[in-house]
């Protein structure tokens, strides 16, 4: 009996060790194997993968229209482990396919141990069918979603676009898309959802992004983008940026720059295309910052609208001539007449009795020193540097907007707080964003005897004018500079910025229009065109007879 017994142990225990043998071979030796395999699986679950939220316009009855969303795409992809010993022979067979070079086909199919690598997104139903006939082993075709934008590159800058997660994204991300511009990038974490997993047996289903709601207003952006289009095609300019503000709120109903691009094929684009002009530039705004020079004399008690001097011509201030653009004597004026000629030596006089400090503080208020918290990536603030010194010819300048830079949408929000009596708002791009009221920075009495000053210069130079209301304006034309030659450029930038009562303002930018014109030739005409489009459309009544 004993021997059975003594038998039974030593069968007991060769059956254990093998078994632990097997264990600890499955859980250590081959454990990579198996990781790998369980990650290509999940791969290939697509109901592990969230569903990114959707992104939209809206107009002005509350309704929405899709500005990205998620559509099915073939997708044709390898698994090198089957592929790496012939990977040569097959990829001369895909290449005429599959839209790759020889190399870069071989590259992705000889990785011994690499168990996915994605070939073709987006693949024609052509492509998937001649894969399907090859039935070559390894390569495989399926069905995924892909992101999709209806509206190609309307307000693309804005939106920004997605693209498949990295080799080094994927332990953090999963294999679903990242957001790399724009809201797709500011928002991605909502966007994009929860991925779902497998633990211990157990399925966790995935969490759907979040859908996102913009304050554009599809037909006000779809009007701008077609007049920003045209301004830049007849005056052969090589750039430009309009927006759109509700002054009262700060939603922002218009975002257009070009060159642009199609979100759905941003791979054809340069990636400087891919930055937003509006947040991510910065400029020269040139004499519509007269505007501000004059806000903050009136408002700090230093001038009036009726404050007078005599203009010579010229100023000289730190051995520097300052010359009035037009190179014209105006003799004696007000300050609102310098609104109304644009004239740089009424600028000076302005900024100089109002004092560096005080003149340097109110930029600050404005907002020009500062981000202002827009829901978009990459925003930039502007450049004040130049004041730093305290040097008088600076300051000079800086009064007439040459000298500083600001971006597009720091000059269309400090405007609308002229318009918004002399409150700045934050400005919104997300329907669910709450007006926010950033801070005071003139009085409402002072807003509204600039914005006097404003309409008295568009009535007096007639081309802004919109039959039957208030329009208030300023142009600028601004001198590119060359910073590496220390010295001005030839080539200019037209600025035109005005507001209809508090209802809307518009900011129209144009970069190096051809021949160098005035902004009164090429952005006011545009502005005009915009304005009554938005006053059609929202049926505006008419503030005056």
Same mark, same amino acid.
């Given at each position: ?56 316009f809206s107009?002005?009855?509350?309704n ?12 044709i ?6 592929t ?15 839209n ?15 168990l ?13 069918e ?6 070559i ?15 190609s590159?309307l ?16 332990l953090k ?24 997993y497998?633990?211990?047996?157990n ?16 037909n ?11 301004l ?7 750039g ?5 503000e ?24 340069d990636?400087k295309?891919f930055l ?45 001539t ?22 740089n ?13 005080i ?22 603030k502007?450049?004040l540097?130049?004041?730093?010194g305290?040097?008088?010819? +600076?300051? %000079?300048?800086? @009064?007439?907007?040459? *000298?500083?830079? #600001?971006? $597009?949408?720091?000059?269309?929000? !400090? ?49 802004a ?8 304006g ?34 129209i930018?144009? +970069?190096? %229009?051809?021949? @160098?014109?005035l902004? *009164?030739?090429? #952005?006011? $005409?545009?502005?005009?065109?915009? !304005? ?14």
């Open positions: 009996m004993r021997w059975r017994t003594n038998f039974l142990i030593v069968c007991f225990f060769i059956f254990y060790s093998l078994l632990f043998s097997k264990i600890y071979n499955i859980q250590l030796n081959k454990s990579d194997y198996y990781l790998n395999r369980a990650e290509s699986q999940q791969k290939a679950i697509g109901s592990l993968e969230p569903t990114r939220g959707n992104i939209y107009d002005k009855n509350g929405s229209s899709l500005a990205a969303f998620n559509k099915d795409y073939g997708v992809y390898a698994v090198p482990q089957e790496f010993e012939n990977y040569k022979d097959i990829a001369g067979k895909l290449e005429p396919i599959i790759l070079s020889i190399e870069e086909i071989e590259n992705k199919l000889n990785k011994k141990k690499d996915y690598e994605l070939l073709v997104e987006k693949a024609t139903s052509e492509q998937m001649k894969i399907k006939s090859l039935g082993t390894g390569i495989y075709t399926d069905i995924r979603p892909f992101r999709s934008y209806p509206f590159a307000a693309a800058h804005l939106i920004g676009f997605t693209s498949s997660a990295q080799e080094s994204e994927i991300y999963g294999n679903s898309y990242i957001g790399r511009y724009g809201l797709e990038a500011k928002l991605d974490k909502s966007l994009r959802g929860k991925n779902g497998v633990e211990k047996g399925f966790v289903s995935s969490e759907a992004g979040e859908n996102i709601f913009l304050t554009l207003d599809i006000i952006q779809t009007q701008a983008e077609e007049i920003l289009k045209k830049i095609e007849e005056h052969k300019a090589t430009g940026t309009i927006l759109v509700e002054p009262k709120t700060g939603k922002i109903l218009a975002m257009a720059s070009n060159p642009n691009f199609d979100p759905n094929n941003y791979s054809k684009y990636i295309n937003n002009p509006a947040v991510q530039a910065v400029y020269e705004p040139g004499s519509v910052f007269k505007v501000i020079t004059m806000a903050a004399g009136i408002d700090s008690g230093k001038i009036t609208p009726d404050t007078t001097y005599v203009d010579s011509g010229s100023v000289v201030l730190n051995e520097r300052i010359k009035n653009w037009d190179l014209r004597t105006y003799g004696k004026q007000t300050m609102t007449n310098v609104l109304e000629n644009s004239i030596t009424g600028a000076v006089f302005a900024q100089r009795k109002t004092g560096p400090d003149f340097y503080n109110y930029l600050v208020k404005f907002g020009f020193n500062d981000l202002n918290g827009i829901s978009l990536p990459g925003e930039v502007g450049n540097n130049n004041l730093r305290n040097k008088e010819i +600076d300051f %000079a300048t800086a @009064s007439f907007g040459q *000298g500083v830079a #600001v971006t $597009p949408i720091q000059l269309m929000s !400090a405007i609308s707080a002229i318009a918004n009596n002399g409150v700045l708002m934050k400005p919104l791009i997300l329907k669910e964003e709450a007006p926010q009221v950033i801070r005071r920075v003139v009085s409402s009495e002072t807003a509204k005897a600039v914005a006097n000053m404003m309409i008295l210069a568009v009535n007096k130079n007639k081309l004018v919109v039959e039957n209301y208030s329009v208030a300023k142009t600028g034309t601004a001198f590119i500079p060359d910073f590496g030659k220390g010295k001005y450029t030839d080539d200019v930038i037209n600025t035109y910025v005005g507001f209809i009562k508090s209802d809307f303002a518009i900011l930018k144009l +970069d190096r %229009a051809y021949g @160098s014109p902004a *009164g030739q090429t #952005v006011v $005409p545009a502005f005009r065109n915009l !304005a009554q489009f938005i006053l059609n459309y929202y049926n505006i009544a008419p503030d005056k007879l």
